[in-house]
């Protein structure tokens, strides 16, 4: 199985698609969507919108989803096999505003 998981670096719901993938020991490229603009022009053109985090499983585009939504769809699509396994990380949650504050922007003053 060939995954790309594009992610925030800090974020509840990139950290819920983490966790699945750790869960079920995949092995997944970790695309940084913040800082590598070129990274997300390329989510935006694969899935057809702006909103992460995005996972792209064998060619196929799960848009904006959180982990439970990642491992809904390879249960269902028998890609993985139910496990006893579980996470640390909610993989349902969105950001904290902690995580929201590592994301914005460095003001640059000029004085």
């Given amino acids: 199985m060939t995954i790309k998981a594009y992610l925030k670096p800090h974020c509840g719901w990139s950290n819920g698609v983490r ?4 869960k079920y020991g995949l092995e997944y490229e970790d695309i940084d969507i913040i800082n590598n603009r070129d990274n997300y022009a390329e989510m935006v ?6 909103l992460s985090p995005c996972v792209e499983i ?3 585009m799960l848009a904006d989803v959180s982990g439970e939504e990642v491992e809904n769809y390879m249960l269902s699509n028998d890609l993985v096999k139910p496990t006893s396994t579980t996470t640390d990380v909610d993989t349902n949650a969105g950001c904290s505003d902690e995580e929201h504050a590592k994301m ?3 003001t640059i003053r000029f004085f």
């Fill in 19 to 22: 966790a699945i993938m750790s």
């Fill in 45 to 50: 053109q694969k899935s057809g919108q702006p």
């Fill in 104 to 106: 914005a922007p460095k």
């Fill in 58 to 60: 064998d060619g196929v």
